[in-house]
């Protein structure tokens, strides 16, 4: 390869590299930038708190998916267990709301740890560990609830999803505190880097004597714990359990978040600022669509635009021989 051949591919490999990175933030920019001169009543303190608090959940959700794309897997049962916090949450708030939310928290658990001992123990796919409970763990919601949406009155339940501290709703203060947490998970602690080393190789983490399976149920639990809590703060915002529509297509927003903030599919690497500017970018376009009474659809096609633009640009990181988009979502991690 001549000189400048080789310049030229390094250029756009640095091209790529650098919008892959942030990308994000100048989508945020840009879409904030239209809405400043394109659409009346946006670049508003009163509406940017709106979004954020319909926003709050899905980042909650989405940096459980980070960690578990960070290791390679896939978790598609975060709406469903989403929607079995919201059928939990009824039954036990008659013995008050810190009960409720303890066994929204432990059916959370559960769901975590028959995912992670699937995926880790059994040596199942992570798409198809996970696609059991996103039809099976629905199914198990619509029963505890009857099938029914169930009404919540306990004031100091609701104030969850709808009182503020010093003006920032509780809902936000909520996704701030997990964001921290996550954050100091994965920069600051063992956990953090040996959940990055498994994603890069595990083979290689393996024989390092890394406790690779520990690691995988850890991930998959916290994944399932922050997808309860985002189940807990949406019921208590919309005063109700509706385990029929509770969390539905979050895994793909949570999904979409990640990919759009850096985080590779190929694992070994999660990037937890991005996934939330990931989460307020889709956050902005479906409130920027809705404002200029553009359909729903609309909003799904565009989001699958961006996510075909961050995967190709994740094309030329840590790819490796014949591995393609379809065996980055089903590749056993075995």
């Known amino acids: 390869m001549s000189i400048a051949s080789t310049t030229a591919l390094r250029m756009r490999t640095d091209w790529r590299g650098w919008l892959r990175d942030n990308g994000v933030y100048m989508a945020i920019v840009l879409v904030l930038v239209y809405n400043a001169f394109g659409t009346a009543g946006f670049i508003t303190v009163d509406n ?17 998916m980070a ?9 598609l049962s975060v709406g469903a267990v989403m929607a079995l916090a919201a059928a939990m949450i009824p039954l036990w708030l008659g013995y008050g709301p810190v009960v409720a939310i303890l066994v929204a928290l432990l059916g959370g658990l559960v769901a975590g740890l028959v ?10 796919q992570p798409i198809v560990a996970t696609l059991a409970l996103f039809v099976g763990g629905r199914g198990v919601a619509l029963l505890l609830a009857d099938g029914q949406l169930k009404a919540v009155h306990n004031p100091a339940f609701i104030g969850i999803g709808t009182n503020s501290l010093l003006g920032i709703p509780y809902v936000v203060i909520i996704a701030a505190v997990a964001a921290l947490v996550v954050l100091f998970l994965v920069r600051r602690t063992v956990y953090g880097r040996r959940l990055v080393a498994i994603g890069g190789n595990r083979r290689a983490a393996e024989l390092s004597g890394l406790p690779v399976r520990r690691v995988l149920l850890t991930t998959y639990v916290l994944c399932a714990l922050l997808a309860t809590v985002a189940g807990v703060m949406a019921t208590a915002r919309l005063r109700a359990g509706d385990p029929s529509s509770m969390g539905l297509l979050f895994e793909l ?8 903030g850096g985080t590779p599919l190929s694992g070994g690497k999660v990037r937890i600022l991005g996934t939330i500017a990931g989460a307020l970018l889709m956050q902005l376009i479906d409130a920027t669509l809705i404002k200029h009474n553009i359909a729903d659809s609309w909003s799904q096609m565009t989001q699958a635009v961006i996510i075909l633009l961050a995967v190709y640009l994740q094309l030329g990181r840590g790819r490796r021989p014949g591995m393609s988009l379809g065996s980055l979502l089903t590749r056993s991690p075995r």
Do not use: C, K, S
Request: net charge negative; charged share 5%; glycine share 12%.
């Open 115 to 124: 995912n992670g001992t699937l995926v880790a123990v059994v040596g199942v």
């Open 67 to 75: 960690l578990v794309i960070g290791t390679e897997g896939i978790d």
């Open 253 to 260: 927003y949570a999904i979409t978040a990640v990919v759009v």
């Open 48 to 64: 940017f708190r709106t979004q954020l608090i319909q926003a709050a959940p899905i980042i909650v959700v989405a940096l459980g």
